[in-house]
């Protein structure tokens, strides 16, 4: 098993611009979510889906978009990209959204300049 | 939503010292989990533990959930162990994790 992948892992944006990180899981878990980390802030939650066709929001998900159309694909979406998004992003993936652990992606360290 | 407090936030330990990580939440989860990010930055589930206590190696976890606290036992600390340790409870049937800010620990040769 892969468990979870993520690319690419750095990416370099200019303001305005679009760009999706990928995110795939090999573990036939249903539960998958997206985190951004940024210094002194610990680990924030931007959306997450407890299954394909299924997508909720987080704490912070102003600025992207996701989609579930398979159980192993979730995509993260920055529609125009702004400063304020320069950030690792961690992709996450666990059995249910009951239960479970949690295993974590490699992570995208992304610059939006 | 859920608040998270860990302590201490900081912590330097000499090579082969015991520590104890605390995280209290604000109100009751279904479940708990301990992670550690290595100075890679890669994220590593350490224990997934509602309740009761488990141990893996030099390490240990017990959760308190009716006291709305956990604790992380690291014995004979080694410089492989220094990094970023953050608990996470969820709460409800969404599974969200809510992260606490961590405590970083430095272990020195």
């Known amino acids: 098993n892969a468990g979870v992948t993520q690319t690419p892992k750095f990416q370099v944006l200019k303001t305005g611009q679009s760009m999706t990180l990928q995110c795939a899981q090999d573990?036939?878990?249903?539960?998958m979510s997206w985190y951004r980390q940024d210094p002194g802030m610990g680990l924030r939650l931007i959306h997450y889906?407890?299954?394909?066709?299924?997508?909720d929001q987080g704490e912070v998900p102003n600025g992207y978009n996701v989609s579930r159309s398979t159980t192993e694909d979730f995509p993260l979406r920055l529609l125009s990209a702004a400063p304020s998004q320069t950030s690792v992003y961690f992709c996450?993936?666990?059995?249910?959204?009951?239960?479970?652990?949690?295993?974590f992606g490699p992570g995208t360290r992304l610059t939006v300049t | 939503g859920i608040q998270v407090e860990q302590s201490p936030p900081d912590l330097i330990l000499q090579e082969g010292a015991n520590s104890t990580l605390r995280c209290n939440f604000s109100?009751?989860?279904?479940?708990l989990q301990w992670f550690h990010q290595n100075p890679w930055g890669q994220l590593i589930n350490l224990f997934y533990?509602?309740?009761g206590t488990k141990q893996n190696g030099r390490l240990s976890a017990t959760t308190v959930a009716t006291e709305r606290y956990s604790l992380l036992y690291i014995s004979s600390s080694q410089t492989t162990d220094s990094g970023v340790y953050f608990c996470?409870?969820?709460?409800?049937?969404?599974?969200?994790?809510?992260f606490g800010q961590g405590t970083t620990l430095q272990v020195k040769p």
């Open positions: 573990m036939n878990h249903e539960y």
């Open positions: 996450a993936s666990r059995l249910f959204s009951t239960g479970g652990e949690q295993y």
């Open positions: 996470a409870p969820d709460s409800g049937n969404t599974g969200k994790l809510i």
């Open positions: 109100d009751s989860v279904n479940n």
């Open positions: 533990i509602p309740s």
């Open positions: 889906s407890v299954g394909a066709g299924i997508t």
